[in-house]
């Protein structure tokens, strides 16, 4: 049985992590950490404040709990980044070398995730492949890279079980979007539920990958589980499941709320990275090193979406 250290616990992703972990390996065996507490996650199992720009801390931590696993999530994203591009270098960067370095000194396999932020204007914007040029024009997409290559050697400099994904755009009705440039797939569905109208920051056309959470959970899952021995890329494996612009969520939604409008306010910032990040990536490798398989469309997400949102609303 796995024993699991999850750094930056409470973001988006975490959040959801942490419970579906907990759901299969044991409340006892999944420590979550974060800078801040979180009552409900505490209250379900181990939790302890990590700054993760404090190896000795991490270390302590890992050591205390005798875990075997580190998924390490704590970032900042995109757009935060592009407002503090020296903390986002700390955080991201220095957080993850803190981990990796954890990782190494006490033998423990080893999740981050990448993200379609690592490429950049002059990576193939269709069918990007798995191994292409990457020149982010980002701080989060410079993090990205350096982070892919980092994991890299410390798999093959020092034999740390390094592995992660990159993610698309993530869209979830648990936790409230943080400072992605995709956080508009996100604030569509409750501006819709709420309002019945969403004015979209970008632009109409723009195509970006997008994950519906219950498929990245999993996939993060089925990646930690996969035999080694199968595994040549290890690191930053492409991962999508919807390709998508704004008007394709507003068609999605308007099947269940007819009324719904959208109309553009963009945000030349956000815009900015959107467009410097491909329109749909290819998967394939995933699939075949791991057997990665998404399970949600645009359509089937757009239902669950308006029925859990709209669930919560009415409270």
Sequence with gaps: MKKILVTGALGQIGSELITKLRSIYGDSNVIATDIRVDNQIAEQGPFELVD?????RIFQVAKDYQVDTVMHLAALLSATAEKM???????????LMNT??????????????SSIGAFGPSTPKDNTPQDTLQRPTTMYGVNKVSGELLCDYYFQR???????????????YVTPPGGGTTDYAVEIYYEAVNNKSYTSYIAE????????????????????EADPAKLIHRNAFNISAISAEPMDFARAIQAHIPEF?????????????????PNRI??????AEWGFKANYDIDRMTKEMLEKISSKVNL
């Design 205 to 224: 056309g723009t195509y970006m990958d997008m994950m519906f959470m219950p498929d990245a959970l999993d996939a993060i899952v089925q990646l930690m």
């Design 52 to 56: 993760v720009t404090d190896e000795q």
């Design 282 to 287: 290819d998967s394939s490798v995933a699939t």
């Design 158 to 172: 020092f034999g740390v079980d390094t592995r992660g994904v990159r993610f698309p755009g993530l869209i979830s």
């Design 100 to 113: 990796l370095e954890v990782a190494r000194e006490l033998n423990l396999q080893f999740f981050t995730p």
């Design 85 to 95: 591009p020296k903390r986002a270098w700390d955080i991201n960067m220095g957080g």
């Design 261 to 277: 409008n959208l109309t553009f306010n963009v945000d030349p910032i956000r815009q900015g990275i959107a467009e410097s990040w």
